[in-house]
């Protein structure tokens, strides 16, 4: 267990649809991190948060947004939703935000969009 | 384009065996590199690092070996028991999204399958 917590498990929703998920970093970790891994394209980053600010972005796309609240978990946001957004949405936490980290992995969202 | 390359989608070792797992990479920025595995319905588990400072980082059966100017890291494991058998990624990082963030760049995977 890496003590990341993600929820739900498994969503199923429709195209046009907006979802959320929810990831709660491991005790005393500030940052968190956002990756989308689909059948094609491996592990992407997406985005990275620390401490409650924005740090750096990646392959995001502006139909996502994120945010990480004064108690330290973060929310992904995904809207109008598109089949090409199936995949399996993995957070990670580290303890700080530099370079130099070992992120660890919570167990993943997998996203169904019908 | 791939910055970070693992060109054999599989690998089959016997047990007791070595394994050895390779990853290429492109962008000079990159000066960490991680290695994690992942076992299917899981998140990918830390396994092993190294800095672009050293060449060589060892723990336990688990051994990386960094070349920088061949832009080359391996991951031995010695000797290969049936539960290594897993999904392997090599990942880096170096600030290249800017901000003194690491966001981990990673290459799609080796299939590692431990042959009783």
């Known amino acids: 267990d890496s003590g990341v917590t993600q929820t739900p498990k498994h969503l199923i929703t429709a195209t046009g649809q907006r979802v959320t998920l929810r990831c709660s970093p491991r005790?005393?970790?500030?940052?968190v991190y956002w990756y989308q891994q689909s059948l094609d394209q491996g592990l992407q980053f997406l985005i990275q948060?620390?401490?409650?600010?924005?740090?750096a972005k990646g392959n995001i796309l502006e139909r996502f947004s994120a945010q990480q609240f004064p108690d330290l978990h973060s929310e992904l946001n995904l809207s109008s939703l598109e089949l090409g957004d199936s995949a399996l949405y993995f957070c990670?936490?580290?303890?700080?935000?530099?370079?130099?980290?070992?992120?660890?992995f919570g167990a993943g969202t997998r996203l169904s969009v019908l | 384009d791939q910055q970070v390359k693992q060109n054999s989608p599989s690998l089959s070792v016997q047990e007791g065996r070595i394994s050895i797992l390779n990853c290429d990479y492109t962008n000079s920025m990159f000066d960490y590199f991680l290695w994690y595995k992942k076992y299917p319905a899981e998140g990918p588990t830390f396994l092993i690092s190294i800095s672009s400072i050293k060449d060589k980082n060892e723990d336990g059966r688990f051994t990386v070996f960094l070349n920088k100017s061949a832009k080359h890291l391996s991951l031995h494991i010695v000797p290969s028991q049936p539960g290594d058998s897993a999904v392997y990624f090599c990942?880096?990082?170096?600030?290249?999204w800017g901000g003194g963030a690491d966001g981990l760049t990673f290459g799609k995977g080796t299939h590692l399958i431990i042959q009783p």
């Open positions: 990942a880096a990082s170096g600030g290249q």
């Open positions: 005790s005393g970790d500030l940052s």
């Open positions: 990670a936490s580290s303890e700080t935000g530099g370079t130099k980290n070992i992120q660890y």
């Open positions: 948060y620390y401490n409650g600010e924005e740090r």
